[in-house]
């Protein structure tokens, strides 16, 4: 198994920044996707942003033009670079890897934890 780990959240406030990082605990075989998805209490979690591997990358209107996804796929690492926070951004972000553990795994979703953004004057 593998367990990833989010990390960078806060409180700050709006037009502020903060950088997201998600670690795993071990590497990947082969990655197909990294994203990163928020959730609000009381809601459903969103699609914010994600790096196709094999393809560009894709953000949800909201924070287009403010938010940046990168990852590394031979450290198995995702971050998101958030700039220009607004209130709106307020959640719990979470990081997700589709992929291979191994070659005979079969291709899953894997989640982290979550990390709290919060953004409030």
């Known amino acids: 198994q593998v367990q990833l780990v989010e990390s960078g959240g806060g409180l700050v406030q709006p037009g502020e920044s903060l950088r997201l990082s998600c670690e795993t605990s071990?590497?990947?075989?082969?990655?197909?996707?990294m994203a990163w998805y928020r959730q609000v209490p009381g809601k459903q979690r969103e699609f914010v942003a994600i790096?196709?591997?094999?393809?560009?990358?894709n953000y949800t209107e909201s924070v287009k033009g403010r938010f940046t996804i990168s990852g590394e796929n031979f450290k198995a690492t995702v971050a998101l670079q958030m700039n220009s926070l607004k209130p709106d951004d307020t959640a719990v972000y979470y990081c997700?890897?589709?992929?291979?553990?191994?070659?005979?795994?079969?291709?899953?979703?894997?989640w982290g934890k979550g990390t709290l953004v919060a953004v409030s004057s």
């Open positions: 997700n890897i589709d992929g291979w553990i191994t070659e005979f795994s079969g291709r899953m979703q894997y």
């Open positions: 071990r590497g990947f075989f082969s990655i197909a996707t």
């Open positions: 790096l196709d591997t094999r393809g560009p990358t």
